[in-house]
T-cell receptor
Framework: EAQVTQNPRYLITVTGKKLTVTCSQNMNHEYMSWYRQDPGLGLRQIYYSMNVEVTDKGDVPEGYKVSRKEKRNFPLILESPSPNQTSLYFC???????????FGPGTRLTVT | GENVEQHPSTLSVQEGDSAVIKCTYSDSASNYFPWYKQELGKRPQLIID?????GEKKDQRIAVTLNKTAKHFSLHITETQPEDSAVYFC???????????FGTGTRLKVLA
């Protein structure tokens, strides 16, 4: 089944404790992206990747890191999480940049 | 920075009526404009998209129109049904960067 998976789905953590949210797709898509969703603010792009080893900043990259070592994986790293990073995070992938994006199920992160 | 304004933020219509959601983008280089539907607790899913070389696109009860001069595009849903109730997001993508800017969303309620 073609899909985008994220793990974990829910995470409660404390300020400053490094964490990684994994994202994987099995559709051989070149483009992958991370978004955060906050009430009233819609979806905001954090980072995106056009292909392996190519990543670029979205609108809200501060406090996040990404890597794209393999085509199928695009982990999101929060090296020192803060409460303002409490949010719902979505990973998405598409065949190329300007095509339908397939979203993962979301990761609800709470930083206390 | 670049932005996409989306209106209205909430919209209630009677079943069978039409619904229109409007978006305005600031980056004149944008050339790909998707619309996503997000049901409560679910991930966003593409419902229709349009590219800048087309002025209108239809898919059954859904249509999107694009006015490049005004940097404005709209989603039209005809003969609305209760299952159309969801949050709808517009987005714009720049072909040079493939960065996405999303609108803040419209919560559509279709009243039976």
């Amino acid at each position: 089944e073609a899909q985008v998976t994220q793990n974990p789905r829910y995470l409660i953590t404390v300020t400053g404790k490094k964490l990684t949210v994994t994202c994987s797709q099995n559709m051989n898509h070149e483009y992958m992206s991370w978004y955060r969703q906050d009430p009233g603010l819609g979806l905001r792009q954090i980072y995106y990747s056009m292909n392996v080893e190519v990543t670029d900043k979205g609108d809200v990259p501060e406090g996040y890191k990404v890597s794209r070592k393999e085509k199928r994986n695009f982990p999101l790293i929060l090296e020192s999480p803060s409460p303002n990073q409490t949010s719902l995070y979505f990973c998405a992938s598409s065949l190329t940049g300007a095509r339908e994006q397939y979203f993962g199920p979301g990761t609800r992160l709470t930083v206390t | 920075g670049e932005n996409v304004e989306q209106h209205p933020s909430t919209l209630s219509v009677q079943e069978g009526d039409s619904a229109v959601i409007k978006c305005t983008y600031s980056d004149s280089a944008s050339n790909y404009f998707p619309w996503y539907k997000q049901e409560l607790g679910k991930r966003p899913q593409l419902i229709i998209d349009i590219r800048s070389n087309v002025g209108e696109k239809k898919d059954q009860r859904i249509a999107v129109t694009l006015n490049k001069t005004a940097k404005h595009f709209s989603l039209h849903i005809t003969e609305t049904q209760p299952e159309d109730s969801a949050v709808y997001f517009c987005a714009a993508s720049n072909p040079g960067t493939y960065k996405y800017i999303f609108g803040t969303g419209t919560r559509l309620k279709v009243l039976a």
